[in-house]
């Protein structure tokens, strides 16, 4: 099955800063990508979601990047502040059985 | 006003005891899903389904059971609970895929359960 691996586990950079979190993936015939952030105590929220045609998604002080040749999906937050600070999850799909697979998440912290 | 909710938020529970976890969304979506999250691992699937009546084994199956009695309402059962068991378990709805849709999945506030 889908194997995906996000990295790093852990991330802090400073208010302004530019933060990157990467996960690689397995199946090449994964088509549709999905970032979710959970603030603390809280539930996972969509942040953006990507379909494979597409490399580049700008979201409100964030980009999406997808390599297809390289199976890699970015998140890059381009100018961080600490309302930012949560943890940030890469799900992939390649799955008609309805199924994403989830990296294992990037705790980032923002520091003023 | 949500449209997955779930009860309890919260449950301590013995071991060997039997917890029942329930989960309502109101999406219309065919599909629900059972995760656990525990630090360092993201979200596993634990059961999922397709709609009523359905139950699959997602990748953590061991020790659990599903029941899908109708499609709002999917519930996660623990029938001899253990203190492996302890921790956060998220449910989910999602869309059929197909032509647009982009079947991402809409999840609930998540409970907290702790096996004593």
């Known amino acids: 099955g889908e194997q995906v691996e996000q990295r790093p586990p852990h991330l802090s950079v400073r208010e302004g800063d530019s933060a990157v979190i990467t996960c690689t993936y397995t199946?090449?015939?994964?088509?549709?990508f999905f970032w979710y952030k959970q603030e603390p105590g809280a539930s996972l929220q969509l942040l953006m979601k990507v379909f494979s045609s597409t490399e580049i998604n700008e979201g409100q002080g964030f980009t999406v990047l997808l390599n297809k040749k390289d199976k890699r999906l970015s998140l890059n937050l381009t100018a961080a502040h600490p309302g930012d600070s949560a943890a940030y999850f890469c799900?992939?799909?390649?799955?008609?059985?309805?199924?994403?697979?989830f990296g294992d998440g990037t705790q980032l912290v923002v520091k003023p | 006003e949500a449209a997955v909710t779930q009860s309890p938020r919260n449950k301590v529970a013995v071991t060997g005891g039997k917890v029942t976890l329930s989960c309502n969304q109101t999406?219309?979506?065919?599909?629900m899903y059972w995760y656990r999250q525990d630090t360092g691992h993201g979200l596993r699937l634990i059961h999922y389904?397709?709609?009523?009546?359905?139950?699959e084994k997602g990748d953590i199956p061991d020790g659990y059971k599903a029941s899908r009695p109708s499609q709002e309402n999917f519930s996660l059962i623990l029938e001899l609970a253990t203190p492996s068991q302890t921790s956060v378990y998220f449910c989910?709805?999602?869309?059929?895929?197909?032509?647009?849709?982009?079947?991402?999945?809409?999840f609930g506030p998540g409970t907290r359960l702790t096996v004593l």
């Open positions: 199946d090449p015939n994964s088509y549709y």
């Open positions: 999406n219309n979506h065919n599909n």
């Open positions: 989910a709805s999602g869309r059929d895929w197909g032509g647009a849709n982009y079947a991402e999945q809409f």
């Open positions: 799900a992939v799909s390649a799955d008609s059985n309805n199924r994403i697979f």
């Open positions: 389904s397709y709609g009523a009546g359905s139950t």
